[in-house]
């Protein structure tokens, strides 16, 4: 049953280069339709999912932090009346760091909102207009100073390993973020992912990625400053102090399931994913015709299942325990990873293995996927 809950606000209040959608700008939005809406998705959603009090809630998509303050106490509303509260739930909502969304800051943590999740990305000027960005670094430090007097946590994530990125000029743009006092940090390296304007300016010669090593050298700087700082590791690409990991992403990464709704979201819940509509029209009217936004509910192989366990679980620095998988799974340990090539991973000091529990050596997490294909067995992955 779902103890963690997605809500995806589908809206920007401009269109901006780092959406997913195309359709996500409006002159106006009916807020109470859409009210309406994702309550009679969530309260679909419950029927199935529920039976657990809920220990995270998490508002994502188009521009959440500029949802009405009164929409976003509603729907925490409904969500407990439907699932009840943990005592310590974390409700965090995912914000661009622009004057207009903090000036909305105070509100929001009115209405429950108690984690904001920043994306800054830079803090230098010329590198947000590199990556896209619409703010400025003065107009993110200033929603930074906004958000951490409203709220009780507050991450913010920065890109690195950008052309011309040093570890000197690296180890500097760290220590000035660590220094903001923030307990957690999302620390990830850019990507140049096919189809994007990035690998159109590598492939025209307009751009020069780092090569292979000084990205694995700006990763292992940033592990050992981020550790030496009190915020070591939890995930590939999440730092924390003790007790500020995101219990919502926690849910994700131990397999664990959760309620998705709102225009694209996706679920999990008893070995079936759900996906909703993506257009926002679309949503509306499955919503009208079938009491949800579904557009896909597929059942899992236990195989899938199992693999999909094994790839997320050992992203994180505490491992992933083969005996608990194998019994919620129904699987033999032997089916689940490739025991000699575990061995030989962990003789090369990029796999631990304590007992049943297994998971990935600092020198081994900058070759994630790497060693992920080696590890996960065969028949995981072939099935």
């Not at 307009?206 to 995930?235: C, M, S, V």
């Not at 049943?356 to 060693?371: F, N």
């Amino acid at each position: 049953m779902a103890r963690a809950l997605y809500i995806h606000w589908p809206f920007c209040a401009k269109k901006c280069p780092y959406c997913d959608f195309n359709s996500h700008v409006r002159a106006g939005v009916d807020v109470a339709a859409w009210q309406a809406a994702l309550i009679a998705d969530m309260r679909a959603e419950a029927e199935v999912a529920g039976g657990e009090a809920l220990t995270s809630i998490f508002f994502g998509g188009g521009t959440p932090s500029l949802m009405p303050p009164a929409l976003v106490a509603a729907l925490l509303a409904e969500a407990e009346r439907l699932w009840g509260f943990d005592p310590s739930i974390e409700i965090t909502l995912e914000a661009n760091p622009s004057s207009v969304e903090a000036a909305n800051f105070a509100a929001l943590a009115g209405a429950g909102v108690n984690r904001v999740s920043l994306g800054v990305q830079s803090l230098d000027d010329a590198e947000l207009r590199f990556l896209g960005r619409l703010h400025g670094a003065e107009e993110a430090l200033a929603a930074l100073e906004t958000a951490q007097t409203h709220f009780a946590r507050v991450s913010f994530d920065l890109i690195y390993a950008l052309p011309g990125h040093t570890p000197e000029l690296w180890e500097q743009r760290l220590a000035r973020a660590l220094g903001f006092g923030t307990g957690h940090l999302s620390l990830y390296q850019l990507t140049i992912e096919p189809g994007t304007r990035f690998a159109s300016d590598v492939r025209r010669g307009r751009l020069t990625p780092l090569d292979d090593d000084e990205a694995a050298a700006l990763f292992d700087l940033t592990q050992e400053r981020t550790a030496a700082a009190g915020l070591p590791a939890y995930e590939t690409s999440n730092h924390a102090r003790g007790g500020q990991e995101s219990r919502h992403n926690l849910a994700y990464w131990r397999y664990q399931d959760y309620a998705g709704i709102g225009p694209g979201a996706h679920g999990r819940r008893g070995g079936v994913a759900t996906v909703r509509h993506k257009k926002p029209e679309n949503f509306l009217k499955a919503v009208a015709t079938q009491g949800n936004g579904i557009a896909e509910a597929r059942a899992l192989a236990v195989s899938d299942q199992a693999a999909e366990a094994l790839l997320m679980g050992l992203r994180l620095t505490e491992g992933v325990d083969l005996a608990a998988l194998s019994a919620r799974f129904g699987l033999p340990l032997a089916g689940l990873i490739d025991e000699a090539a575990l061995a030989r991973l962990a003789d090369l000091g990029l796999m631990w293995r304590e007992g049943a529990r297994i998971g990935v050596a600092p020198p081994g997490r900058g070759l994630l996927d790497a060693l992920l294909g080696e590890l996960v067995a065969d028949s995981l992955v072939t099935a």
